[in-house]
């Protein structure tokens, strides 16, 4: 049971810089995601606090024991590679045991611990098997098993579902939470993934150029996003960015269409945000302003509008029972609640209501 | 009634390209190809095929060209009596490459894990260097050996060849088993490491027994590069320290080529490598281009 | 992320280079070292029927000589160029043929392709010694072959006629290379992406535009491997050459390889074999340039 202390936290290739000056404190018990997408530094980040990376400056510290110096044995944490870094040569329960194995536990020890944890991963049955002999969910388990086959101070995981079919991604997303919350031991999770961010973290850290963006629990991120970065990045469809204008209060797209009262000061030039889920579909005239349908999706659970708007599309999500088809027009109406206002040359966002 | 005769068929031209487009054509062409590639199988194997008969042949029948005759084994008894001692060649020429080997890939696996795994200063200059050797015409190399063995009373000595077989072994050994420690997941290797392995543990808890397959391929490969060597052997040996390959010589006596006893020893030379190549074959092409084709 | 490297600094400093120090040495001591040594030669009178070696120093002078006063120098050079010109052509064009005669797979085809391993494990020196048994002028199989193809040549004795003689050693060493060759080309043929080519069938090409248009520019790279290596093993040509003809008739087949053998053994010149074998090291030095460009492109393409 520890804490994660990174302060001030480098990693630089020549020129190219893969973590940029990054402190981040990991609570206690706490189920930290780093989100962001390929190249952000996620990786390395988890890499350095496993050791399998040099941080180029910076301290990282596990407890109260600064590790810079510690090769990864010694830094007692277990990780799950997103390719499992299963040993072909050995049987799943030598897969399993080698952690305990290497660090000298007593053989007595060691069968009833490798035991309990693929009973735990419902791996028992296929203890004398070689890893080539399993499917790639059950490969899974078994990297996971190694991991919690001792009690380490932290879990590291590099996109573990990232290899499995989306159903199998599904199922083994509420093991990975289940399994975390029985455990309660500080866990870092790497992934690309929004939805595996959102479902399993306390605390989600979306990073992007080495840099962390916005750090908050999964509602922050998503109701509360820092910039145009997060909200664009969180969030399926992805949420809508209409150019436009702020005049007296009224946002202007840059059409010159007046959409919908946002207050504040005028600016020549925003970006307002608006996912699909905050707009509502009506019949022609009785929104906030009138659209013709680009394309009509029906995806079952609901039904997906992707509509002109202006030069730009936008996509609004409508009822699953809505039907319509391509070139009708209907009326599209924002929520007031859940508007978000960016500046487009810094991508920060600009705090509607303060003025 | 002579125009009441079987009506003559008569193919347009059109319908004569009809009659090759399509299947028919196809079927034309890969009969062809079967018919070419027998051939082609035919011609590389006649060589082989005809020595191997010729080693059954008497010396009276070998000096014939026919196909029927009747076999015998006599020629491989021959070639192991006095004076061409086949036995004592053989000999050496087991003790060489074994040793040869035995020496290069615990040398060639260290320093491929290290390339495979480091980044380390002058790398590429290394690896260059190491490949250029094995472009290096072995008249260079041999020149000052040919001198320092003679100052060291190393020549016809089997120690000095296996030091200068050492110098073509080495770098395809190397090359190769990089090859097959860069296809081993760095994934697995960083999991023994957090789970709580030794740089020196990871390596042989780990890296040999998953390169294992690997090593074996390359002792295969430098054994047959050893055992079919020739220009340093011609050059360091005379009598004591004679390879097969060199002993084929012995058979060009005064009276010709001593043809039944030199196919026999020929069969004697290629049959092992012809056994082990196989064993092998998936990577021999990989090993003799040293990676820059997989 | 594909813009991070892909190897990750581990913090084991000293290991890393201990692991390479062995086979660095061993590398220096039986290949480094006696082609510096060589070089050093080159520059000396070194002659083995005296006791001290090398003798006097003589600057360029081994040089010269082979360039002004040694037409047999100049002979083995013209051999060996001819020759390696004949074979990299020959063995790459009959070899591009076969594999794409066999690369389709099945049993007939990988069976074959089994059997190219054969010829591949036989030592050169051993081809040679067949190939002179097959060309023998009285029992020879090829030489009665043909006799029969092509009357004119029934009865001629092929070692003895220099031209013949330079034909044997090149069919030997095609026959010798093309197995290798060929796996090497099913290989490139195999990664050439299959969908490429359905491709250019769907559109319309015909077999051979297919070839020329698609297959063909895919495979250069391989085509292009496998001919600096075979160009860099033709130069160096010697054991077939040592088991067949000896260099004869005359010094119609003498490679430099075999020249170098001759000067510095018969004739015991080793200062001045050293020289010319460092002629021959220079072409090498630019092949292996090429080659080494290839390997390493191929692992930062990976």
């Not at chain 1, 098993?145 to 159903?167: G, H, Q, W, Y």
């Not at chain 1, 730009?312 to 209907?330: C, F, P, S, T």
């Not at chain 2, 004076?83 to 490459?97: D, Q, R």
Request: proline share 5%.
């Amino acid at each position: 049971m520890a804490e994660i202390r990174l302060k001030n936290l480098t990693k630089r290739w020549g020129d190219f810089i893969g973590v940029d000056d990054q402190s981040l404190d990991i609570h206690d018990e706490e189920f930290l995601v780093l989100l962001g997408p390929s190249g952000c530094g996620k990786t390395t980040t988890m890499r350095m606090i496993a050791g399998l990376e040099d941080p180029t400056a910076g301290e990282i510290w596990i407890g109260d024991r600064m590790v810079n110096d510690d090769l990864p044995k010694d830094r007692d944490v277990a990780m799950v590679f997103q390719n499992y870094g299963l040993y072909p040569h050995m049987t799943i329960y030598d897969n399993i045991a080698y952690p305990l194995k290497v660090r000298g536990t007593p053989k007595a020890d060691i069968k009833p611990r490798v035991e309990r944890a693929a009973e735990q991963v419902e791996l028992t049955e296929f203890l004398h098997r070689k890893p080539k002999a399993l499917s790639g969910g059950q490969r899974q388990r078994v990297a996971l098993a190694r991991a919690i086959v001792r009690t380490p101070k932290v879990f590291l995981m590099d996109e573990p579902l990232s290899n499995l079919d989306a159903k199998l991604r599904v199922t083994m997303r509420a093991e990975l939470k289940h399994l975390s919350r029985a455990l309660q031991i500080t866990t870092v999770y790497v992934t690309h993934d929004q939805i595996e961010a959102m479902t399993l973290a306390d605390r989600v850290a979306v990073m992007r150029h080495g840099i962390i963006q916005q750090l908050g629990t999964p509602d922050d991120i998503y109701n509360d996003p820092a910039n145009m970065f997060v909200a664009g990045f969180i969030g399926s469809p992805a949420m809508n960015l209409i150019n436009g204008s702020v005049q007296s209060g009224m946002f202007i797209t840059t059409g010159g269409t007046k959409l919908v009262g946002i207050g504040g000061p005028d600016r020549e030039s925003a970006i307002l945000g608006v996912r699909a889920d905050d707009m509502s579909v009506h019949d022609a005239g009785e929104g906030d302003i009138d659209v013709t349908i680009y394309a009509f999706e029906n995806t079952g659970e609901s039904t997906l509008l992707t509509v002109q708007w202006g030069k730009q599309r936008v996509i609004a999500r409508g009822d699953r029972h809505l039907r319509k088809e391509q070139d009708d027009v209907v009326g599209i109406k924002l929520n007031p609640d859940h508007l978000y206002l960016f500046d487009p040359e810094s991508g920060d966002r600009i705090r509607m209501g303060g003025a | 009634m002579t125009d009441q005769t079987t009506p003559e068929i008569e193919l347009s031209e059109a319908q004569a390209s009809e009659f090759w487009t399509g299947k028919r054509k196809q079927r034309f062409w890969r009969s062809i190809q079967a018919i070419l590639i027998v051939l082609a199988a035919f011609v590389m194997l006649v060589p082989i095929i005809w020595i191997f008969l010729a080693s059954f042949k008497s010396h009276v029948e070998v000096y014939q060209l026919r196909l029927f005759f009747t076999p015998t084994l006599e020629n491989y008894g021959t070639v192991f009596e006095e004076p061409y001692n086949l036995g004592a060649k053989l000999y050496n020429s087991t003790i060489v490459a074994f040793v040869t080997v035995a020496f290069a890939i615990p040398i060639a696996t260290m320093a491929a894990y290290s390339f495979s795994r480091f980044r380390l200063k002058f790398e590429t200059t290394i690896l260059v260097v190491i490949l250029a050797t094995q472009f290096v015409p072995a008249v260079v190399i041999i020149l000052p050996f040919f001198i320092m063995f003679r100052d060291l009373g190393l020549l016809d000595t089997r120690i000095g060849l296996i030091m200068v077989n050492l110098a073509i072994v080495m770098p395809f050994a190397i090359w190769m088993i990089k090859g097959f420690i860069d296809g081993i997941p760095m994934d697995t290797e960083e999991a023994a490491m957090v789970d709580g392995s030794s740089r020196l543990q990871v390596i042989k808890n780990i890296v040999l027994p998953m390169a294992a397959p690997g090593l074996v391929t390359a002792s295969i490969f430098c054994f047959i590069l050893a055992w079919n060597e020739f220009l340093f052997a011609l050059f360091l040996t005379n009598r004591d320290a004679v390879t097969l390959p060199i002993g084929l010589a012995l058979f060009r006596g005064e009276e010709g080529d001593l043809w039944n006893l030199l196919s026999a020893a020929g069969i004697i030379i290629m049959a092992p490598m012809f056994v082990l190549a196989l064993a092998i074959r998936k990577y021999f092409v990989q090993g003799m281009t040293m990676g820059a084709v997989r | 992320m594909s813009h991070i490297p892909p190897m990750p600094t581990m913090r084991d400093r000293t290991l890393k280079y201990l692991l390479v120090l062995p086979a660095v040495l061993v590398v220096f001591a039986t290949a480094v070292w006696p082609l510096i040594e060589s070089l050093r030669f080159s520059f000396y009178q070194g002659r083995t029927d005296r006791g001290d070696f090398p003798q006097n120093w003589l600057g360029f002078e081994n040089y010269t000589w082979a360039f002004l006063y040694e037409p047999p120098f100049w002979n083995s050079v013209y051999v060996t160029g001819l020759y390696t010109v004949v074979t990299v052509v020959l063995t790459t064009a009959f070899a591009l043929g076969l594999a794409m005669l066999l690369a389709p797979g099945g049993k007939l085809r990988s069976g074959v392709q089994t059997l190219l391993i054969l010829p591949f494990a036989m030592s050169p020196a051993l081809i040679g010694v067949s190939f002179r048994f097959m060309f023998n002028p009285e029992f020879g199989l090829f030489d009665a072959f043909f006799g029969v193809v092509f009357p004119p040549l029934a009865d001629v004795s092929w070692l003895a006629n220099p031209d013949l003689a330079f034909a044997v050693i090149v069919m030997a060493d095609v026959w010798g290379w093309i197995p290798f060759l060929t796996l090497v080309l099913i290989g490139g043929l195999a990664s050439v992406p299959q969908d490429t080519i359905e491709a250019a069938q769907v559109d319309g090409a015909s077999g051979w535009r297919v070839f020329k248009d698609v297959t063909l520019p895919q495979l250069l790279p391989v085509l292009a491997v496998v001919i600096i290596l075979k160009a860099i093993f033709s130069l160096k040509t010697f054991d077939q050459v040592f088991m067949l003809t000896n260099g004869g008739p005359g010094t119609a087949t003498q490679t430099l390889s075999h020249y170098i053998y001759i000067t510095s053994t018969r004739y015991g010149q080793v200062g001045y074999a050293a020289s010319v074998a460092w002629l021959m090291v220079i072409p090498m030095m630019v092949l292996t340039y090429f080659y080494a460009k290839f390997v390493f492109k191929k692992d930062d393409g990976a």
